[in-house]
């Protein structure tokens, strides 16, 4: 194997040599240390690894996080290391040993053009539950949100084959949200994945960690979030414009054509707002404008006809007075909200 190992680290302490030795020993000869604007209290195991022959020292003067740390030993690669096979991230505290690291890059060896993820077991009784509860959630919204199955998004164990590192060294991000960017872009690029089993380490209950589970999720949540603003701003504009027109045809027509005509005409630019902010803003589709319009407007029916369908149904069944179907209605509507995102994700915009 030739590959590059790629280690950002800030105000390490002996950990970080530890990690360095155990790659040593396992053959790494390409060792790339990124020093993230670490303060004058921990510059010595960047000045004892600096005598490593196979060590190299790339430094930021001040602090610029972790993501531009990656980007940057990616610049170098691509510059410096053209005859590489691939990098191999590993971060600094010791939490991925040695022999999980060369699995990871002997995998991205068999595995042509895929990036490899080391991935951890966190059902153990010993995981601590910042890192359980921000991977599950995180885990479950890849796959709701993007369709991306991905069992440990956190992990920063990543062998990455050199031919995407340009790719990857344009994304957006620059400290911990931008490894869960990267994970977002393997789909966006249609670059393959696969998962290799690891130890599932944690020092010190994981203290040494910058995630956070609520702040560092949001960057995926936005998906979801983009969505039901669509919806909800797009209910506003139906009823203003159900407003505005009905007004000017007030006393022009009867009430039941007045109405008829505003309701169709609302729902006209309502539908054309939100399946604009769909297109662009939410799920960001490379589709044609006709051909995702066409199936938008075939789910609008398909939902509009089914919901009239449930709600009728289940108000005759049940006998439902005026407020228990409007709450009927309420709880049909969220359940066709869930599948219409699933729908237009899979279906309308691809």
């Known amino acids: ?3 590059s190992v790629i280690i950002p680290s800030l105000n390490p302490d002996d950990k970080l040599i530890k990690v360095v030795d155990s790659l040593v020993e396992y053959d790494f000869n390409d060792i790339i240390i990124v020093n993230d604007g670490s303060d004058s209290d921990h510059q010595k195991p960047f000045n004892i690894l600096s005598k490593y022959p196979q060590c190299t020292i790339l430094s930021h003067s001040v602090n610029r996080g972790k993501g531009r740390g990656l980007k940057t030993a990616f610049e170098y690669c691509v510059n410096n290391r053209p005859d590489i096979d691939g990098v191999v991230t590993v971060d ?3 939490q991925h040993r040695a022999e999980d690291i060369k699995a990871c890059c002997e995998q991205m060896i068999k595995s042509v053009d895929k990036v490899i993820l080391g991935v951890r077991d966190f059902s153990g009784k010993d995981v601590p539950f910042k890192s359980r509860f921000g991977n599950n959630m995180t885990s479950f919204v890849f796959k709701f949100a993007c369709g991306l199955n991905i069992s440990d998004t956190q992990t920063g164990l990543r062998a990455i084959p050199l031919k995407y590192l340009p790719i990857f060294g344009e ?3 620059e400290r911990f949200e931008y490894e869960t960017n990267m994970l977002l872009e393997l789909k966006n690029n249609n670059i393959g994945f696969e998962e290799v089993p690891i130890q599932t380490v944690y020092i010190e209950d994981n203290a040494s960690t910058h995630f956070n589970p609520i702040k560092d999720s ?4 936005g998906v979801i979030f983009k969505f039901l603003f669509g919806s909800l ?3 506003l504009i139906d009823l203003a414009m159900f407003s505005v027109i009905g007004a ?9 054509v ?3 005509i505003a309701t169709c005409g609302a729902r006209i630019i309502s539908s054309l707002y939100n399946y604009t902010f769909n297109r662009k803003a939410v799920f960001k589709s490379k589709s044609g404008v006709r051909a995702t319009m066409i199936r938008y ?17 289940v108000t005759r069944v049940l006998s439902l007075g005026m407020v228990a179907t409007v709450v009927a209605k309420a709880i049909i509507d969220i359940c066709l909200f869930i599948i219409s995102f699933q729908i237009q994700r899979r279906w309308v915009f691809k």
């Open 92 to 94: 600094g505290d010791n």
């Open 218 to 221: 949001l960057k995926i949540y």
């Open 1 to 3: 194997m030739n590959i």
């Open 297 to 313: 407007y075939i789910l609008c029916v398909c939902q509009l006809c089914v919901s009239y369908c449930l709600v009728y149904f």
């Open 233 to 235: 701003s797009a209910s």
């Open 171 to 173: 994304i957006k991000g």
């Open 248 to 256: 000017l045809l007030l006393n022009h027509m009867s009430d039941s």
């Open 258 to 260: 007045r109405i008829f």
